[in-house]
């Protein structure tokens, strides 16, 4: 039997259609069994996948900690260090870490081609762990931006490899839930990162230890990763058909696993080149949906969403309200709309969370832009300011924050997924760097109710992007979003 996938696969790699699609029997119903509507014996059990999610969801909760790591402990670390007050430093701090998520995300999709995406997360574990050993131990500034720019490496291999891993190894019935729960593990790093962050005021040095806390789960990542299953869909591609199966058998059950290899079939015919072109994605057949992917990143990000979490404290500190308090209402905000993300994301669908997400965002920023003009006064502008961005939290964490990663990975064709995404992510960090780096001197330059008007404005731009460029995937599988979406040659 094992000599026969591999005679069939081999025969895949030189492009011989009809040999694969015979050798497993396709046929419609099988098909539909991996889609989750198989009338014979019903869906595979989503207990079979869930815990290689939770793993893989670890990346995410470490993504989250590093970002909301310096929220409350900027402070404290700009005196010990030596650059308190100095406001384009402290942007640094920030920037800097974006800036090598950049850098990884360059890289993410060769990474995760070449070496498949169990190892990926294992590299991806290494820098956060050097990086946050060496915040730990900075004596300057230039010790923390070092630090930063290794975590930042890893921040940005992190999130395109655990989309990926998301996508390909889930079940399509249960693919948004799971997909949520990327959404989830990253909010529950960032309260981790705000609770851990709360001595940090009172305790001096506090802060390194914030840093030192993170090694551990980067060091669970890469020893449980080693005992995970790999993608189905990446050892398909690599002609690893029985490897595939068996993977398969692990995630699905064994009665799926025929239906399963039957779906990947559909559309990796073996005429894909071993390498995949820039010029591919920029100018070929590919170039629609990478647009189409790498604008929702740049209005998610120009949304504002990420200024919030990098200085809320700042923010609320202007305001009159404590840190610590609008900080655990920010966390309490980002949960319940990621618990609603969680249960509905398989119901409600893709564009519709997104249109709701950025609308709602929308009406958050413009009240938050109203407290900040004279038509309000006294005690009503501390309460819309919180209101307006605890809304915009709430919102966001909706749709706007675990649907774009999602459904990109959705998405894009099999043998473009990897490199696509990179190229996404990199421009998701390329303008959260910049929204780092500027936003308290564009909030001193500006004022919050010119920069507010400006995030409202994107906000419902996306929604008008994504009404008219947006194709629902739920409840579809990979194989049959691809079809939908990708030209004929």
Request: hydrophobic fraction near 45%; glycine fraction near 10%.
């Amino acid at each position: 039997m094992r000599g026969r996938h591999v005679d069939s696969y081999s025969m895949y790699k030189r492009g011989t259609r009809d040999h694969v699609i015979n050798t497993y029997d396709y046929d419609k119903e099988q098909v539909r069994l991996l889609s989750g509507v198989g009338k014979d014996i019903g869906n595979p059990s989503w207990k079979r996948s869930f815990p290689y999610i939770l793993l893989a969801a670890l990346s995410s909760f470490l993504f989250g900690y590093h970002l909301g790591v310096v929220n409350e402990t900027l402070e404290s670390m700009s005196h010990d260090l030596g650059f308190h007050g100095d406001t384009m430093a402290e942007g640094l701090v920030v920037s800097t870490c974006l800036g090598g998520a950049f850098v990884g995300s360059l890289f993410s999709g060769s990474i995760a081609d070449g070496v498949g995406r169990r190892r990926a997360f294992q590299l991806c574990a290494l820098p956060l762990i050097i990086g946050s050993s060496m915040s730990a131990t900075a004596k300057n500034l230039w010790g923390m931006l070092l630090g930063r720019l290794f975590v930042g490496t890893g921040m940005g291999i992190g999130p395109p490899v655990a989309a990926l891993y998301v996508a390909e190894v889930s079940p399509a019935y249960v693919r948004g839930t799971y997909g949520s729960c990327s959404q989830l593990a990253t909010c529950l790093g960032l309260m981790g990162a705000l609770f851990i962050g709360f001595p940090a005021k009172q305790i001096e040095g506090w802060w390194r230890m914030c840093f030192w806390a993170s090694v551990a789960p980067a060091a669970l990542l890469t020893l449980f990763m080693e005992f995970s299953v790999e993608s189905p869909h990446w050892l398909f591609k690599r002609g690893r058909g029985a490897d595939a199966e068996a993977e398969f058998e692990k995630l699905l059950g064994g009665p799926y696993v025929k239906g399963a290899m039957a779906e990947l079939s559909k559309s990796q015919r073996g005429d894909e080149a071993d390498t995949v072109k820039l010029s591919e994605l920029f100018y070929g057949r590919h170039r629609k949906v990478v647009f189409m992917g790498s604008s929702l990143f740049a209005l998610q990000q120009l949304s504002g969403i990420n200024a919030v979490f990098y200085f809320s404290s700042t923010v609320f500190k202007s305001a009159g309200v404590p840190s610590e308090s609008a900080n655990i209402c920010v966390g309490i905000a980002n949960l319940l709309g990621s618990l609603f993300a969680l249960v509905s994301m398989d119901k409600l669908g893709r564009k519709a969370l997104l249109i709701a997400s950025f609308s709602g965002m929308a009406v958050a920023m413009t009240i938050q832009a109203t407290s900040a003009s004279s038509l309000v006064s006294g005690s009503s502008v501390i309460y819309l300011s919180v209101g307006g961005m605890l809304l915009f939290v709430l919102t966001f964490a909706m749709g706007a924050g675990p649907v774009p990663g999602l459904l990109l990975s959705e998405m894009f064709p099999s043998r473009v997924r990897a490199k696509a995404m990179s190229i996404c992510m990199a421009v998701h960090w390329m303008i959260n760097s910049l929204v780092g780096l500027l936003f308290l001197r564009l909030l001193e330059l500006l004022g919050p109710l010119v920069l507010n008007t400006i995030f409202a404005t994107f906000c419902l731009l996306a929604v008008i992007f994504v009404k008219k460029n947006v194709l629902e995937t739920k409840g579809k599988s990979l194989q049959d979003i691809e079809i939908a979406l990708l030209p004929p040659v």
